[in-house]
């Protein structure tokens, strides 16, 4: 697929979202075409290093998210999906989709960090209250524990501070991480990076107003920082031939 091509399907799959939600078309009649193109936009992204935005594995998943409230008036939804598409857009009409090329587009390796990803994503699709969003920062929280575990070692990567973090300290064991393996200038900055998304995990988990903005800024930062550190492990270095 082209990239002009690729740029009229999601074109397609923006204007059918608006359609069906705005008393056009009627999903039983279109929900197969919607999934077949989505697989297509998510192959062509993936062979491009994007990510698809569009969280709704089929349109009845979308039809949950406008009619819990959430999304009360034609305008709402309009933008709403609007919102969704833009950035994706933008860059392929600007022609920059080689950025990050294939960098981020497979498993870390790390099993229960994978497994740890996939739920959030999961529950981030299908979610539609404020608990909901809630436990999406629950998921967080676990991911960032699991990477954390994967890579501390306590004979390696000793905090800052010189004691041993607890079992699920994720702040903790990945300073003494990040101390370790990436001496100087860089130091701080992921420090932050990892610091920031605790603490977005920990907020959504106590925000009872909790959004679907909210989860999905704790969700993208928790990618973020799990990029950060397998790129510091070596994971995502280029494969020689």
Known sequence: MTEEELLAEIESQRDLMISVSTGGDRIQNVNDEYKDRRERIRRGLGALGIRDPNPYSDLWRWYGKWSCG???????????????????????????????????????????????????????????????????????????????????????HAPPDGSSPGETDAKRMLEGYIAAE???????????????????ANSLVHRRTA??????????????????????????DPIES
Request: charged content about 25%; overall charge negative.
């Open 70 to 156: 959430d999304l009360p008036t034609y305008q709402s939804r309009r933008l709403y999906i609007s919102d969704l598409y833009d950035a994706v857009l933008d860059r392929l009409r600007q022609g920059e989709t080689q950025v990050g090329s294939q960098l981020f587009a497979e498993p870390t390796g790390w099993a229960r960090v994978d497994r740890g990803i996939d739920r959030v994503r999961e529950r981030l699709e299908t979610a539609s209250v404020e608990e909901d969003y809630q436990t999406v920062g629950l998921l967080c929280r676990e991911a960032l524990i699991s990477l954390a575990q994967a890579v501390y070692d306590s004979t390696l």
């Open 182 to 200: 990436l001496p100087g200038g860089s130091n701080e900055e992921v420090r932050r990076h990892v610091n920031a998304a605790l603490a977005l």
């Open 211 to 236: 959004t679907f903005r909210d989860a999905a800024m704790c969700a993208e930062a928790l990618t973020a920082v799990v990029n950060l550190i397998a790129i510091a492990s070596g994971r995502r």
